[in-house]
C-alpha cells in the first residue's frame, strides 16, 4: 500500500507539468437500442468516474457547470471518487450535494474506496447518502419514466479483482452479487473495472459505465491508451464505447490530474434512443 501511495503522490506532484490537466471537455455518445422504452427516448445520463479528490475552481465549480450544460436526468458516479491521499472528503460531499439538489445521483464503488480503511470508507459512504446519493454497491434500482421501467445495477468488485487476470470473474460470480438479469427490461450497469465487459455482455448488461483506466493516461493516434493503473501497457479498453453483439460499453477517461498526453479529463454524457426515437 505504502509504495502506490508513493506512486500515486508522485504523479499527483507530476501533473502540474502537463496543461491537459487544467481542461475540462464533454463526451457525447448516443446508445440507441429496440429494448429501450418510448418513455426513455432521449433520456440523458451524465457518467463521472475517477475524480479522486481532484478540484476543478473553488468547491468544483468549473465541473458542475459542465455537467449542467448537459441538462442531465440523472448522474452516476462509477468510482474512485475519493482514495487515500484524500485527507478530507468534504468536498465530494459539498459537490455530491450539489448535484443531488436537481436530479438523482447514483454511486458505485471504484478500487481506491475499496482500498479505503473500514472507518474511512463507511464514512465516505455516509457522506455520499446523506449529500443524497444512492449507493448501488451489488444493488440495483428501477428507473420509471413515461409508463415504462429501465434499470440500474450497480456491481463492487473486491480488489483481488483488480489484481488478478480477466477470467477471474465469471457470469455467476456476478449472479451472486447483484442477482439474475430480468429478462426483457432494458438494464444499465455501473461498475468501475471495464476489463470484465465480456462477462458483464454475458451476464445481459445492455449498457456498461465504468472507468478505472484514465484513458489509459497517454493516448497514441490510431491505437488508444497506453498504460492501465495495474501498469499494463496497451489496455484493451482504455476508453470510449466498445460493442460486443448488441452490449454496449463506454469507458471514462476519468477526471483525476496525472501524466496526461493526449487525454483530456472528460465528462460522458449518454443519450438513450428508443426504436421510435431512432425512426424519428
Request: hydrophobic share 40%; net charge positive; with cysteine.
Amino acid at each position: 500500500m505504502g509504495e502506490r501511495n508513493g506512486f500515486r503522490k508522485l504523479a499527483r506532484a507530476a501533473s502540474a507539468a502537463f496543461p491537459e490537466n487544467y481542461f475540462l471537455q464533454t463526451a457525447h455518445y448516443c446508445i440507441a437500442s429496440e429494448k429501450i422504452p418510448a418513455g426513455f427516448d432521449g433520456l440523458r445520463i451524465v457518467h463521472l468516474s475517477d475524480l479522486h479528490g481532484c478540484l476543478f475552481g473553488r468547491g468544483n465549480s468549473r465541473l458542475l457547470r459542465r455537467i449542467r450544460l448537459s441538462e442531465p436526468d440523472l448522474v452516476v458516479m462509477t468510482g474512485d471518487m475519493a482514495d487515500g491521499l484524500t485527507r478530507d472528503f468534504g468536498p465530494v460531499f459539498r459537490f455530491s450535494e450539489s448535484l443531488c439538489r436537481d436530479r438523482p445521483v447514483y454511486f458505485v464503488s471504484g478500487n481506491h474506496e475499496e482500498q479505503l480503511r473500514a472507518a474511512r470508507r463507511n464514512e465516505f459512504l455516509e457522506g455520499l447518502r446523506s449529500a443524497g446519493a444512492h449507493i448501488l454497491d451489488n444493488a440495483s434500482a428501477p428507473l420509471a419514466r413515461g409508463g415504462a421501467v429501465i434499470r440500474l445495477c450497480g456491481l463492487r468488485l473486491p480488489t483481488r479483482y483488480y489484481r488478478a487476470d480477466h477470467s477471474a470473474l465469471t457470469v455467476e460470480g456476478v449472479r451472486r452479487r447483484i442477482g439474475r438479469k430480468e429478462e426483457g427490461e432494458y438494464t444499465i450497469l455501473l461498475t468501475h473495472n471495464p476489463f470484465f465487459f465480456p462477462v458483464y455482455a454475458a451476464w445481459g448488461a445492455d449498457l456498461t459505465l465504468c472507468g478505472h483506466v484514465h484513458g489509459g493516461m497517454v493516448r497514441l493516434p490510431w491505437i488508444g491508451g497506453l498504460l492501465s493503473p495495474e501498469r499494463s501497457f496497451f489496455p484493451k479498453y482504455s476508453a470510449g464505447d466498445y460493442r460486443i453483439g448488441s452490449r454496449d460499453m463506454i469507458v471514462s477517461r476519468g477526471l483525476a490530474a496525472g501524466p496526461r498526453i493526449g487525454n483530456i479529463p472528460e465528462v460522458v454524457e449518454v443519450t438513450l434512443r428508443s426504436r421510435s426515437g431512432m425512426e424519428k
